[in-house]
T-cell receptor, first 111, second 116 residues
């Protein structure tokens, strides 16, 4: 089955700086890679996703890059703000097979 | 309506009780999911329903019994749970996989379950 590794487990950045979270996956058949943000006590919410036929996708301050050859994808958040503090999960999926989550990154934005 | 709702928000039950968790969506999604999430861990898939039929059971103990009575509703029946089953139970829904690939899963707010 699919295995997704996520690093780092915790990340603290100064407000206004950039944050980068990295994930690797094991199943080359995976073709859908969402990123979820989960605030304390809340539901996971999709912030951005990318499909295997695309190398990069951007939405305002958030961007995701995918390297299919290396089986590696990353989340980039620029101009970080206090409300970006949360736990971020990457995930990988093929079809309607299991959505496999990474272990999560706790991001703290320091004012 | 782009929301998945879950009831109850909180549930405390004894090990001999029988209770049910409910999930509802009106987005026309035909795939629905149950996840279990322990503190500081990612969501862990339990069951997947596709077109109201169980398509994935991640070897979940029989004390958890899912049910999908129609395309908008998903239930999780609980019986004889153990304290280690205490967790946040999340429901999610999505469109069914098609030729263009997988679709976003929308999560409900979850039910915080405590087994005493």
């Amino acid at each position: 089955g699919e295995n997704v590794e996520q690093h780092p487990s915790t990340l603290s950045v100064q407000e206004g700086d950039s944050a980068v979270i990295k994930c690797t996956y094991s199943d080359s058949a995976s073709n859908y890679f969402p990123w979820y943000k989960q605030e304390l006590g809340k539901r996971p919410q999709l912030i951005i996703d990318i499909r295997s036929n695309v190398g990069e996708k951007k939405d305002q301050r958030i961007a995701v890059t995918l390297n299919k050859t290396a089986k590696h994808f990353s989340l980039h958040i620029t101009e970080t703000q206090p409300e970006d503090s949360a736990v971020y999960f990457c995930a990988a999926q093929f079809g309607n097979e299991k959505l496999t989550f990474g272990t999560g990154t706790r991001l703290t934005i320091i004012p | 309506d782009t929301e998945v709702t879950q009831t109850p928000k909180h549930l405390v039950m004894g090990m001999t009780n029988k209770k049910s968790l409910k999930c509802e969506q009106h987005m026309g999604h035909r795939a629905m999911y149950w996840y279990k999430q322990k503190a500081k861990k990612p969501p862990e898939l339990m069951f997947v329903y596709s077109y109201e039929k169980l398509s994935i059971n991640e070897s979940v103990p029989s004390r958890f019994s899912p049910e999908c009575p129609n395309s908008s509703l998903l239930n999780l029946h609980l019986h004889a749970l153990q304290p280690e089953d205490s967790a946040l139970y999340l429901c999610a829904s999505s469109y069914v996989y098609g030729g263009s690939g997988s679709y976003e899963q929308y999560f409900g707010p979850g039910t915080r379950l405590t087994v005493t």
